[in-house]
């Protein structure tokens, strides 16, 4: 069955560097967009960054473009997003998602990893 | 960017119930609406895609319809499981944003 599994989440300071994860199983990865959404503490869900099945491709929201940087590896079966320079508006539950049948219909979720920016 | 206005933020039924959550586009984005369904703690969980297709899975209680900047969600005969929060999302444009969801309560 499909799974996602995300990992990486902690406290870090304000300025602070992250690198979280996303583990997937049980479908072909590589044909597929990967997504980043997050929700901060009673907020909506926001989309956050997506790579294509193409590594090269790769698009962010304008909050995070400079900052975060997300990358794949086909053959792990995995994503990456490396986060710099946190702020506290980047505190939230962070979620990978699987794109199908196109790259933003999210059929798929990982359970989260908690991220919280605080001093 | 496009913005997503959902009516009500709450509401409260019965089991039972039919209920309808609206969604509004700041701009036409055509048919590209999906909508979530997301219970505490847990990830959200895609329930209807383009508007109006339900993903497969999905009970046939649930449906969708609309177009251009209008849309709608509606669930029929309320299940105990069915009480959760539902967001419509739009497809059409970064940064696919997401409404602020409707949290359907027991009255």
């Known amino acids: 069955q499909v799974q996602l599994v995300e990992s990486g989440g902690a406290l870090v300071k304000p300025g602070g560097s992250l690198r979280l994860s996303c583990v997937a199983s049980?479908?072909?990865?590589?044909?597929?967009?990967i997504s980043w959404i997050r929700q901060g503490p009673g907020q909506r869900l926001e989309w956050i960054s997506s790579?294509?099945?193409?590594?090269?491709?790769?698009f962010y929201t304008e909050s995070v473009k400079g900052r975060f940087t997300m990358s794949r590896d086909n053959a792990k079966n995995s994503v990456s997003l490396q986060m710099n320079n946190l702020r506290p508006e980047d505190t939230g539950v962070y979620y990978c998602?699987?794109?199908?049948?196109?790259?933003?219909?999210?059929?798929?979720w990982g359970q989260g990893t908690s991220v919280t920016v605080s001093s | 960017d496009i913005q997503m206005t959902q009516s009500p933020s709450s509401l409260s039924a019965s089991v039972g119930d039919n209920v309808t959550v609206a969604c509004q586009a700041s701009?036409?984005?055509?048919?590209?609406v999906n909508w979530y369904q997301q219970k505490p703690g847990s990830a959200p969980r895609l329930l209807i895609y383009?508007?109006?297709t339900l993903q497969t899975g999905v009970s046939s209680r649930f449906s969708a319809s609309g177009g251009g900047t209008d849309f709608t969600f509606t669930i029929r005969g309320l299940q105990p499981e069915d009480f959760a929060v539902y967001y419509c999302?739009?497809?059409?444009?970064?940064?696919?944003?997401f409404g602020q969801g409707t949290k359907l309560e027991i009255k």
């Open positions: 999302q739009e497809h059409n444009d970064m940064p696919f944003a």
């Open positions: 701009e036409d984005v055509s048919i590209y």
């Open positions: 049980g479908f072909i990865f590589s044909d597929h967009y």
């Open positions: 790579i294509g099945d193409n590594p090269r491709t790769v």
């Open positions: 998602a699987r794109g199908e049948p196109v790259p933003q219909i999210w059929d798929y």
């Open positions: 383009d508007a109006s």
